[in-house]
């Protein structure tokens, strides 16, 4: 593989269910992060983890967790489901270059709460 | 607040033409400010990143400017083409913080034949 992955691609989940959505990079970058992306709104961000072992709460982590057990994967957690939680989310990882860190992002996952 | 503004919210313009899309930002202390580029169902990708010292930066058929005394950029798209469908948007990083990055709700470009 090359870049990040995400996965699943999309899912239905039933409120009150608990999820996790999987990212994967490939790039032994240090930072990573998680957004989500609802219509007629920026990107917002969710958790995000300098490094592997730490991690850090951004604009909206309530109601998601995360984990940083090594390099290469940052998952987020659904505890228990809720329709407000329905969005698009996207997982990146970030290089420093030129004094400011680069992001890239995976392909996302679409999550539908019902 | 910190913000960031863009307009126009869509945009429909023929191929060959060209564009340019709007930013305005109120975010403090300012570090840079980078453009990407969404398409549909996919994740962004970067287009330009500036720095406060940058007046204007291309990428190709793309050339962002960027005025940091007034807070705004712009980023000019030249000889439109189909595949320049997509979501721009407009991203400013905080001096403060370099991992926490403040996002536009972007503009929908539509390239028409």
């Known amino acids: 593989i090359a870049g990040i992955t995400q996965a699943p691609t999309s899912q239905i989940l039933a409120a009150g269910r608990r999820m996790t959505l999987r990212c994967t990079q490939d790039m032994r970058h240090n930072a990573m992060y998680w957004y989500r992306q609802d219509l007629g709104l920026g990107l917002r961000l969710i958790h995000y983890s300098n490094t592997a072992g730490t991690t850090g709460k951004g604009e909206v982590p309530d109601g998601y967790s995360v984990s940083r057990a090594n390099t290469d994967d940052f998952p987020l957690t659904l505890a228990s489901a809720v329709p407000s939680q329905t969005s698009v989310y996207f997982c990146?990882?970030?290089?420093?270059?030129?004094?400011?860190?680069?992001?890239?992002f995976g392909p996302g996952t679409r999550l539908t709460v019902l | 607040k910190n913000q960031v503004e863009q307009s126009p919210q869509s945009l429909i313009i023929l191929e060959g033409k060209n564009c340019t899309l709007q930013c305005n930002y109120t975010v403090s202390p300012f570090s840079n400010l980078r453009w990407y580029k969404q398409d549909t169902g996919r994740g962004p990708v970067s287009l330009t990143i500036m720095t406060f010292s940058e007046n204007t930066k291309s990428n190709g058929r793309y050339t962002a400017t960027l005025d940091a005394d007034t807070k705004q950029s712009s980023l000019h798209i030249t000889a439109s083409q189909l595949s320049d469908s997509a979501s721009y948007i407009c991203?400013?990083?905080?001096?403060?913080?370099?991992?926490?990055?403040?996002w536009g709700a972007g503009t929908k470009l539509i390239i028409k034949p």
């Open positions: 990146a990882s970030s290089v420093e270059r030129g004094g400011y860190n680069e992001q890239f």
């Open positions: 991203v400013v990083s905080r001096l403060d913080s370099n991992y926490q990055l403040i």
